[in-house]
Nanobody, 117 residues
Framework: QVQLVESGGGLVQPGGSLRLSCAFS????????MGWYRQAPGKQRELVAT???????NYADSVKGRFTISRDNAKNTVYLQMNSLKPEDTAVYYC???????????WGQGTQVTVSS
């Protein structure tokens, strides 16, 4: 059974940085496309970034040049480095794992990121 646990959220001032981590437990990490999504109050959940099994990445336009997604297949972990944070980045950030074998998906419980002075 795949489980995802996010960590690294918190309160940061505008212009600051945070690094989110998502620990994947279970088998077959290398067969999952990993992604970060976020949901702000009163808004729908939206894609932030994804990284596929070969390391190719995709970003929402709003975070391009500021956020970097990466994965460590030896540690079964995916990261989201967030730089130059803005108040509009405030949201609950969720980790997602999508299997390339059977199209199943899993979500983590989310971690709060608040950007405020």
């Amino acid at each position: 059974q795949v489980q995802l646990v996010e960590s690294g959220g918190g309160l940061v001032q505008p212009g600051g940085s945070l690094r989110l981590s998502c620990a994947f437990s279970g088998s077959g990490f290398m067969f999952y496309v990993m992604g970060w999504y976020r949901q702000a109050p009163g808004k729908q959940r939206e894609l932030v970034a994804t990284i596929n099994t070969r390391g190719s990445t995709n970003y929402a336009d709003s975070v391009k040049g500021r956020f970097t997604i990466s994965r460590d297949n030896a540690k079964n972990t995916v990261y989201l480095q967030m730089n130059s944070l803005k108040p509009e980045d405030t949201a609950v950030y969720y980790c997602n794992a999508a299997s390339i074998l059977d199209s199943s998906t899993r979500w983590g419980q989310g971690t709060q990121v608040t950007v405020s002075s």
